[in-house]
């Protein structure tokens, strides 16, 4: 170890997930650590969405077990009654963990707007960190997807994520400091056919997000976008499930021109292979123990990053050719170094 101050320039830590593990354990934590280097987030509270399953699930468990004040939210509520919401709340009692279950459809106004406000009154006011991470995939010819399935992709992909942000961030403005994760995709960076409807909605997230995080930099809020790659969770299921609903809906001219698209669509959705679904929640907890303006803009996370990486490295290239001079420079500075 050498005394000199942790100073990293963040395009550094674009490298992947080894170089940001790397320098994470060199820098100075914002976040109490015991003697074993785990952090303890008692007193941060954290808002996720889609905690039903998967990384949501994931996240929420681990950050709770982390000391954090946890809301996990889930749509279809059902006064508690749903079986994930029950199992969540069983958990947290039998663990003792601060861990509360809220509904939120993040297709819904009205329960955004509720389920944030009892969020804050969990919390004790503004959300210290949210996680956007309510998903659904779908695979097939962009030419197939019909306006409904179009619409569901885009109103839970990506106008969920910003109904979330939108709602949390006033508080987090007042407070100056906050932290916004956004899980996004490979797939918000590279381009596959036969699933080009989610990567529009990715590619969504990516642009929405990385503009927010320079416009919120005047105001301490952080924001993150994590990038996974195939992981075997829930949302392959679901997938199949909307592909199918999808395909009852289309014509027969269009199923017959697209015939070996469609096999292909159906592969892309076969199970996310056999990577270890908490890499994801842990990249998340990584970078929340991070010191405030030290934690990066995006982390890919998966067992190869390689063609994500160059694509991020080659695009942060380009936004500092656009943003590092002039009136843009000082928040492209917060953001990127």
Not at 44 to 71: C, D, M, Y
Not at 107 to 112: A, E, K, N, T, Y
Not at 272 to 295: F, L, Q
Request: hydrophobic share 45%; aromatic share 6%; proline share 5%.
């Amino acid at each position: 170890m050498t005394d000199t101050p942790y100073n990293p320039n963040r395009r550094a830590l674009l490298a992947g997930a080894s170089a940001l593990a790397a320098a994470a354990a060199a820098a100075p934590s914002a976040v109490a650590q015991d003697a074993a280097g785990v952090p303890d987030f008692s007193g941060k509270s954290v808002l996720i969405t889609g905690t039903s399953s998967g990384f949501g699930r994931l996240t929420a468990l681990l950050l709770a077990r982390l000391g954090a004040n946890v809301i996990a939210s889930m749509r279809n509520y059902d006064n508690g009654e749903r079986a994930e919401a029950k199992e969540l709340m069983q958990i947290a009692g039998h663990e003792k963990l601060d861990l509360h279950v809220v509904e939120i459809d993040v297709m819904d106004d009205r329960q955004v707007a509720s389920g944030v406000a009892a969020a804050q009154e969990i919390a004790g006011g503004a959300i210290d960190v949210l996680v956007n991470n309510a998903g659904i995939g779908m695979a097939g010819p962009v030419e197939i997807n019909d306006m409904d399935a179009t619409h569901l992709m885009f109103e839970t992909n990506l106008f969920g994520y910003l109904r979330m942000a939108r709602t949390v961030l006033p508080a987090m403005r007042e407070k100056n400091e906050g932290q916004i994760f956004n899980i996004s995709s490979q797939l918000g960076r590279l381009l596959l056919p036969n699933i080009g409807m989610y990567c529009a909605t990715k590619f969504g997230v990516e642009a929405m997000f990385e503009t927010m995080a320079y416009e919120l930099a005047p105001f301490g809020v952080e924001i993150t976008i994590i990038q996974p790659g195939g992981y075997p969770t829930k949302i392959w299921d679901n997938g199949r499930r909307y592909v199918s609903e999808l395909m009852e809906r289309a014509n027969d001219e269009r199923k017959g021109a697209y015939g070996g698209h469609i096999q292909m669509a159906q592969g892309l959705l076969s199970g996310g292979g056999s990577t270890n679904p908490m890499d994801v929640p842990n990249a998340i907890a990584e970078i929340i123990a991070m010191p405030a303006g030290k934690r990066p803009l995006r982390r890919p996370v998966h067992p190869s990053t390689a063609a994500t990486d160059a694509a991020n490295n080659a695009m942060a290239q380009i936004q500092a050719s656009i943003l590092g001079n002039g009136a843009y420079k000082s928040w492209h500075d917060a953001v990127t170094d």
